[in-house]
């Protein structure tokens, strides 16, 4: 099966810095790839995501990017907030009937000010 | 995106009950998808429900444990039979829409004693 492995595990930056999480697949016809953002407490959001025909995805401050060949893909966010401060958790979604997501193991951000 | 009500939102149970989670969308689907999610870690999908069949159960997670019902396309349930200390966790059940990607319910916090 799909197994998708994220880091890095924590990641502190200061307000108006970028950040980077990144995450690999191994099942390479996998052909979705959203990020979550789960604040304490709450359930995860979806807050963007790309398919396996698009390299580069951007909406606002965040953006993702996916090399196929390579089999990763990243999350970047620009100008950080203290409210982008979250667990974030990349996901995989490999072929099949089952259509299901397979989670990274999730990097907490911190932003501080 | 899908409008998912889970409800208990938590629970305190005994060792060796049961708990039964639901989860009600607005809209009919055809896979609902149930995660645990344990404290400090990732979303693990336990099974993938389908209307009208039996329930597809990820390694690791087995029927009699966690039996599941799909009685129709806007809703399920989740058990958690014979419960020991070691499955409290946070539930959460989840969807996919096209073009919207999966959402995921408010998910029930569930604490064994």
């Known amino acids: 099966g799909e197994n998708v492995e994220q880091h890095p595990s924590t990641l502190s930056v200061q307000e108006g810095d970028s950040a980077v999480i990144k995450c690999t697949y191994s099942?390479?016809?996998?052909?979705?790839f959203p990020w979550y953002k789960q604040e304490l407490g709450k359930r995860p959001q979806l807050i963007i995501d790309i398919r396996s025909n698009v390299g580069e995805k951007k909406d606002q401050r965040i953006a993702v990017t996916l090399n196929k060949t390579a089999k990763h893909f990243s999350l970047h966010i620009t100008e950080t907030q203290p409210e982008d401060s979250a667990v974030y958790f990349c996901a995989a979604r490999g072929t099949g009937t089952a259509s299901k997501l397979t989670f990274g193991t999730g990097t907490r951000l911190q932003v501080t000010l | 995106s899908a409008v998912i009500s889970q409800k208990p939102s938590r629970d305190i149970c005994q060792r060796g009950t049961s708990l039964t989670i639901q989860c009600q969308v607005d809209?009919?689907?055809?896979?609902m998808f149930w995660y645990r999610q344990q404290p400090g870690q990732s979303l693990t999908l336990i099974a993938t429900?389908?209307?009208?069949?039996?329930?597809?159960?990820e390694s690791g997670f087995v029927i009699d444990k966690f039996p599941i019902s799909r009685p129709n396309l806007t809703f399920s349930t989740l058990t958690v039979s014979n419960m020991s200390p070691e499955d409290s966790s946070i539930y959460l059940c989840s969807v996919e829409r096209d073009r919207v990607g999966y959402t995921f319910g408010s998910g029930t916090r569930l604490t064994v004693v």
């Open positions: 809209s009919q689907v055809t896979m």
């Open positions: 429900a389908n209307q009208g069949s039996e329930a597809t159960y």
């Open positions: 099942d390479s016809a996998s052909n979705y």
